[in-house]
């Protein structure tokens, strides 16, 4: 049984989603491809033809898009687990601000079966890529140079090397020669 109050609360953010689509001139599809659903999902969620998602990964997706937390829909639950903090993400987060840029205008900036992937990379839920190609298309969008995203790559691989049971310090001057050679190899001095 639902209450008034639960209709209300469930268009309130119905009617967010909506203002924004409407004051960004975003369209219903771009959305929808920018937080993984379909477009018929998309309509009938601003519509309330369907109750408000309350799916964690769909909400944080809409308020990456959107800009906001994702607090702000009274439909999201904390998740219990811990969120972890990446620096390299943070940077991206920083430098989109320091551009200018909106978080649509950024996402848009890129083809559209990447746009998903960016938006989970802002909220958290994957790494920034490892693939130097993929991070100098993100660094290509917000202006960036390759001495600015270089030591991403670096952390990042790092990363995956620990993970693969590598004791990157022990083992530190393979490391250093890897990644001198990958500095001469960028171009990044």
């Known amino acids: 049984m639902t209450t008034q109050n639960e209709t209300i609360i469930k268009q309130k953010s119905s009617e967010m989603v909506a203002e924004f689509l409407e004051k960004n001139d975003l369209h219903k599809k771009d ?4 937080i ?6 998309v309509y009938n969620l ?5 109750p408000f998602s309350t799916r964690g990964t769909t909400l944080e997706r809409i308020a990456v898009v959107m800009d906001i937390l994702p607090e702000e829909f009274d439909e999201y639950k904390i998740p219990q687990e811990p969120i972890l903090i990446d620096e390299a993400i943070d940077y991206i987060k920083d430098s989109i601000r320091e551009k200018g840029l909106s978080i649509v205008n ?3 900036a890129f083809p559209r079966k990447k746009r998903l992937e960016m938006v989970d990379m802002l909220r958290g839920t994957i790494p920034v890529p490892i693939d130097f190609k993929e991070l100098s298309m993100l ?3 917000l202006d960036l140079k390759k001495e600015d ?5 670096e952390t990042r691989m790092k990363q995956v090397l620990e993970n693969a049971g590598m ?3 022990s083992n530190s001057s393979l490391i250093t020669e890897m990644f001198e050679c990958a500095k001469k190899f960028i171009d990044v001095e």
Request: glycine residues 4%.
């Open 167 to 169: 004791n990157i310090y």
């Open 31 to 34: 959305f929808a491809e920018m």
């Open 139 to 141: 660094a290509k969008v």
């Open 149 to 153: 995203i270089y030591p991403l790559w």
């Open 46 to 50: 601003i519509d309330n033809t369907i």
């Open 36 to 41: 993984g659903v379909t477009l018929s999902y």
């Open 106 to 108: 950024f996402l848009k």
